[in-house]
């Protein structure tokens, strides 16, 4: 099962460099999006787009569904306990300045957590605006297209959430160790939020 996890990591790497080519092609003008996928090592990549970077994270454990959760009482899952195993894939949404001035107490958002099967079948939780594009798990074996078209939701979802000042009160006094430690991040937005989803949808 774990094979079959770190091949849909590769897989959705493999989307994510040709979409950021797709762009790159174009857009070539001299204010051109910042984009760029960066492999970090086998378990991690990332993803930039603009001022958003999505990182995505395949889990080196297989974890077993909580009887009590709804997804494991459905008939599919009851049919065979096997089925109950998931490999993991997280994806995270930071701001790409969090990345590049090293931000350590800037707020990352799960964007979607890929849970994949022994049948190659995967239920997705996260944002609701994505995970509502796709159906549930006995209907959704992994094929290229709906991997496209997950990163492709994942970015607009990414894109589209607003940066939130913070309240002056918040930052209005600091120590000179603060602002040694985080000239880069005082006064820095965070995500308004995202509606995220994790519950049975029907």
């Known amino acids: ?6 091949h849909l990591f590769i897989e959705l790497e493999q989307v994510c460099l040709q979409i950021a080519g797709e762009i790159s092609q174009k ?11 960066e492999k970090i090592n086998d378990y991690e990549f990332n993803f930039r787009v603009g001022g958003d970077v999505l990182i995505f994270i395949l889990q080196s454990n297989i974890v077993k569904l909580s009887d009590d959760t709804y997804l494991a009482k459905s008939k599919y899952l009851k049919s065979d306990d096997n089925l109950k195993y998931f490999g993991q894939i997280l994806i995270y949404n930071f701001l790409s300045d969090t990345l590049t001035f090293g931000r350590l107490d800037d707020l990352g958002y799960l ?8 049948e190659n079948k995967f239920f997705l939780e996260g944002d609701r605006k994505v995970v509502f594009n796709f159906p549930e798990l006995k ?5 290229p297209e709906k991997m496209r078209a997950l990163v492709e939701q994942l970015i607009l979802s990414a894109l589209d ?3 939130l000042a913070p309240a002056f009160q918040d930052i209005m006094v600091i120590n000179y160790h603060q602002k040694l430690e985080h000239t880069s991040s005082m006064g820095n937005p965070k995500k ?6 994790a519950k049975n949808r029907e």
């Open 111 to 118: 964007l979607g957590r890929v849970l994949l099967n022994m």
């Open 139 to 143: 209907e959704n074996p992994v094929t």
């Open 27 to 37: 857009d070539k003008s001299e204010k051109a999006i910042p984009i760029k996928v």
């Open 161 to 163: 959430n607003d940066l």
């Open 192 to 197: 308004i939020g995202f509606d995220f989803f």
């Open 1 to 6: 099962m774990f094979e079959n996890t770190a």
